[in-house]
């Protein structure tokens, strides 16, 4: 295989149509798809009339146009919600980080919260929000786990023969934990800052993009799940001609948090806590979260949340 086809064949197997559609999935698959799958309502009854906030952070959104996002999103809602008895006023909030959601006075707390899992490990001190689903991701694991990858012909064998190097960082959804488990992987070997220790740091929300340059040897390094990398390899073998210098212990993404306040609404919480669950029991729901790169969401449990909070411990000893 010639390197122009090489490069043709990937870039048509995982190209830009990933963007977009995974940023506005995030929220289709979180919060509207789970609409569709209670029985329809009968149309001689009322309609419940209720009010639901959704926040988001910037990072879980990475670059989608917000106004258009949330437009959608509310459009969308409103006409389901009418074929399942509720008529929805719904409120997208949009938070540049999660200092300015804690900062929050309790009757402006979203009801819904869409964020990643390091973002509720900043917030969940504060007592308010209720971790309710996991994401998972391909092969049904709510875990990923994030490779540092070298060019094959390079002469790097661990993370200390990077310093001054340029690194390529895959920075998506579903991935954003690996940022700072590479803070941490350099913390623990003492090279100091991420800032510091690298040349030049490339973020890139496409996977060809941030792993194609090292494979050519335009990088030193890349960073990106093994599941991502794996699926790539498929496609593409003579990826796996690169190598792997280091590995972090499998983490969770995704985390949706329910508002621990009385809803304006008995029942509709757990009703939608139900119907998240049961996403992926829908061929509407796979569909999405075939889109996603997810499999299902799952019930949250405390453990998922272990190695996170060792990445966080091993960043706090940091000077």
């Known amino acids: ?114 964020l990643v899992s390091w973002d509720f490990l900043g917030i969940e001190k504060e007592g308010w929000l209720t971790p ?54 350099l913390q623990e070997h003492k090279l100091g800052t991420l800032e510091s220790f690298f040349g030049n ?16 040897g335009q990088k030193d390094a890349g960073l990106i799940t093994a599941e991502k990398f794996k699926l790539m390899a498929e496609l593409n073998p003579q990826l796996n001609k690169m190598r792997t210098i280091a590995v972090s212990k499998p983490l969770v993404c995704g985390i949706t948090g329910f508002n621990r306040m009385e809803w304006e609404t008995p029942g509709i919480k757990q009703d939608f806590i139900d119907a998240m669950l049961k996403l992926h029991l829908s061929p509407a729901g796979q569909q999405v979260l075939h889109l996603f790169k997810a499999d299902q969401l799952v019930a949250y449990r405390p453990e998922y949340m272990e190695t996170i909070r060792a990445v966080a411990r091993t960043l ?4």
């Open 316 to 319: 706090s000893q940091a000077p």
């Open 1 to 114: 295989m010639t390197l122009y086809s090489f490069v043709f064949r990937c870039l048509k197997c995982i190209g830009a149509r990933m963007c977009f559609m995974k940023c506005f999935l995030v929220l289709l698959l979180i919060f509207v798809m789970p609409l569709s799958f209670r029985t329809a309502f009968c149309a001689d009854k009322p309609l419940t009339k209720t009010y639901i906030n959704v926040g988001v952070t910037q990072s879980t959104l990475l670059g989608s146009n917000k106004n258009d996002l949330a437009a959608a999103l509310k459009t969308f809602t409103k006409t389901v919600a009418k074929q399942i008895g509720y008529d929805v006023e719904i409120t997208v909030s949009i938070f540049k980080n999660m200092d300015e959601l804690a900062a929050l006075p309790e009757d402006r707390r979203p009801h819904i919260v869409i």
């Open 132 to 185: 309710v689903t996991a994401t998972t991701v391909r092969g049904g694991n709510v875990y990923s786990s994030f490779e540092l990858l070298v060019p094959a012909n390079s002469k790097a064998k661990s993370i200390e023969d990077l310093r001054g190097k340029n690194i390529s960082i895959l920075f998506m959804p579903q991935t954003q934990i690996g940022l700072p488990w590479l803070r941490s992987l």
């Open 201 to 216: 740091i490339t973020m890139e929300n496409n996977p060809m993009k941030a792993i194609l340059p090292v494979f050519l």
